[in-house]
């Protein structure tokens, strides 16, 4: 697929996911499209856990429960290493682990599947740590957002977005 069709066609798949199991090279293949992205004075603090089947996916519902996660045969969990900026006054965090989402999620539907961004149910520090614990990561780690994978059962539903021109100015704001 074109990479611009690749863009226009990702979407955030809210339904349920086939309980088709996601082979683990094309789970592998989406993660280190998410390793690919930059990072901040190349911190690399981003680390991945992928949740290769059912059980272990249920594993964290088991902590919240999301309509995403609910039927979801795999996920990639997005964590970042606290640590990575310690020594230094900046930190891109937030950056490194958008950037490798958006690039996991671009891959997931370039290989024919379906994901979703899920980073509101770990605001919740209970929860971030519970999840943590589930993931084995330690407290020097965040979990920033998890990615259910899977083939879409059915046709997602897909929020419009706004036209091209109420987003895009030329030159100054406004025109």
């Known amino acids: 697929m074109d990479y611009f069709d690749v863009v226009d066609s990702r979407y955030s798949h809210k339904e349920k996911f086939l309980s088709d199991a996601v082979p683990l090279d094309v789970l592998e293949k989406i993660a280190k499209a998410g390793l690919a992205a930059p990072t901040g004075m190349n911190s690399q603090c981003v680390k991945l856990v992928i949740l290769q089947n059912r059980e272990e996916v ?6 919240v429960s999301t309509d995403g996660m609910l039927t979801a045969p795999a996920a990639i969990a997005v964590l970042t290493d606290t640590e990575a900026y310690k020594d230094s006054p900046y930190n891109f965090e937030m950056e490194d682990y958008s950037a490798a989402a958006t690039q996991m999620l671009l891959a997931a539907t370039a290989l024919g599947y379906s994901s979703l961004w899920l980073d509101s149910p770990y605001f919740n520090e209970k929860e971030q740590k519970e999840a943590r614990a589930v993931l084995g990561a330690s407290d020097k780690y965040h979990l920033r ?5 899977g083939l879409p059962d059915g046709v997602g539903s897909r929020r419009e977005k706004l036209p091209f021109k109420a987003r895009v100015s030329y030159g100054v704001m406004g025109k």
């Open 58 to 63: 249920e594993a964290l519902c088991q902590v």
């Open 145 to 149: 957002v998890v990615l259910p994978i």
